[in-house]
């Protein structure tokens, strides 16, 4: 991603893309690293007491890295995903800089559903602060967390956190959640997390069988995100 184009890539169902570094106007990648990709298919039972982990990083002033990288992807395929560990493509952590990644795509596909209040973290969030808790010059979206089960025909898309403190702001429409043209935008629901909104720009698709009683908010007042 760059500073011009701060959004997140990739089929939300089944993503297989890494995380791009940083790249200026001028062309010029910095050295704050993009996330890798893990893509996992199981015959029987997945538990993750652990991590599971495609995050960006921010790097430092030190290694002249300036910028935070794109989250990277995890998809999981398996009978059943369990367990009280963390399973993140999370776009960079609070440092010095001023130019913040963006989240990636997790997909989990199961046969039951995932209860994912047992689990510590399954996210695609992006931080767009800085170490000083202002917001950062350029930053992105939230990435998104996709999950299917036998239960469902579409599967549910969640679009994740985003720690912004501008609210929905025309100024910074590049660096919202976008629906793309990779893969297939059809969901049985919507979950819009904290400061997050899903764009639908002219040329794309978002099909809710359910219509917009299918979306649902995370968060209240001036945290409440959108469509």
Not at 13 to 19: F, R, T
Not at 183 to 200: H, P, Q
Request: charged share 15%; with cysteine.
């Amino acid at each position: 991603f760059s500073a011009t184009g701060c959004q997140v890539y990739g089929d939300p169902k089944e993503p297989i893309h890494v995380g791009l570094p940083f790249k200026n106007a001028s062309g010029t990648y910095y050295l704050g690293k993009g996330g890798g990709a893990i893509y996992l298919t199981v015959t029987g039972a997945v538990t993750v007491d652990g991590v599971i982990r495609a995050d960006s990083s921010d790097g430092s002033w030190a290694e002249n890295a300036r910028a935070s990288g794109a989250a990277g992807s995890v998809y999981i395929r398996a009978a059943s995903v369990s367990g009280t560990g963390s399973i993140t493509a999370d776009g960079s952590n609070s440092n010095e800089q001023n130019n913040k990644g963006v989240g990636g795509r997790v997909a989990i596909v199961t046969e039951t559903p995932v209860d994912r209040g047992t689990f510590a973290a399954i996210s695609a969030k992006v931080n767009t602060l800085n170490n000083s808790s202002k917001q950062a010059t350029t930053f992105g979206g939230a990435g998104t967390v996709y999950f299917k089960d036998s239960t469902m025909t579409y599967g549910k898309l969640v679009v994740a956190e985003k720690s912004d403190r501008n609210g929905l702001s025309m100024d910074y429409i590049n660096r919202y959640t976008f629906v793309g043209t990779d893969g297939d935008w059809t969901f049985d629901s919507v979950e819009i997390a904290k400061n997050s909104y899903l764009i639908v720009p002219a040329g794309t698709s978002l099909h809710l069988p359910a219509g917009l009683t299918s979306v649902t908010g995370t968060a209240t007042g001036t945290a409440l995100g959108g469509i």
